[in-house]
């Protein structure tokens, strides 16, 4: 089957270099169709339920996931239906239905909305969605390396943002796929979700008590078990940066490169802008611009005035 992402382009930053004196490739999923690298694994995902004969597709998810889900549904000619809890921003309610999917609003959070979505599963005998945890999911992420591993040398670091750490997963699939193991891969988390990071701490898997941060696609609670399990094989480090951060980040990216992403992608590119003691070392990194459709002119602007 046809894959339902595109070849995203690999660019080496200028004005970054011009600022940290470092060599950053920014793999540019920003540009996927869906907003973001969800394309890739939740695509992958979809497909095969497709191809197992489902007909209607569900979701819980407050943003990016449940968009491209949608888009999938819609390019595979399957029935969407996307659960969002109450907290979920308008534009992406609007830009979900946009792609033709049903949005049921329900529950204070997005484990509440996973509930009730998995209810409604077993009514309509669809497949269920999850925005991070699957191996479909991780093998479609996984693909941003088929197409690395051929564009840039091996570099120092790999620095992603982590929500539930799918994408993290993908990456380092594809790593150890082409020999990568031992290159680090950085998550980064905003203070208000750093569940990844309190997984660490702990040395085992931690549910936070509450999320609290605007990078709302890096709001989960407790990060996908697979993650945990792949700090015991390599070194995969966590990162916390501060709200404010991510979105002076957000703000830097679109001066330096014209392009404007959520402030969960800007949590990762904070990483290096802010030259994190983590990576101040590195010569090279490959930074993934996840993205997001989480963003528009007047957010931005109410992010702004927020942290000026
Ligand atoms: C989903 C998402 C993340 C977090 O990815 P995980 O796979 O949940 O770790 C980060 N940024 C954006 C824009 C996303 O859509």
Redesign the pocket.
Known sequence: MKPLHIHTPLWESAPIKKRTKQTVFLKMECFQPAG???SR?ISCLCQEYVNLGKTHLVSSSG???GYAAAYAGRLLGVKVTVFVPRTTQQLFIDRIKSQGAEVVIYGNDLDEAAIKAKEFLAEVDGGYVS??DHSA?WRG?STIMDEVVYEMNKPDAVV???????????MLEGMHRYGWQDVPLY?VETAGAASFAATVRAGKLVSLPKIDTI?T??G?KM?TKK?FEWTKVGEVVPITVSDADAVNAVRYFLDDHYVL??P??G??LAAVYNQVPELADKKSILLIV???I?INWELLNQYLKLFE
């Open positions: 973001s690298f969800k694994g943003g990016n996931a925005p991070y999911i992420n992603v943002a982590v929500g539930g750490g799918g994408l993290a997963c993908g998550g990078a696609s890096l989960v990060i993650l992403v959520e969960s992608c949590a990762a996840c993205g997001g989480g």
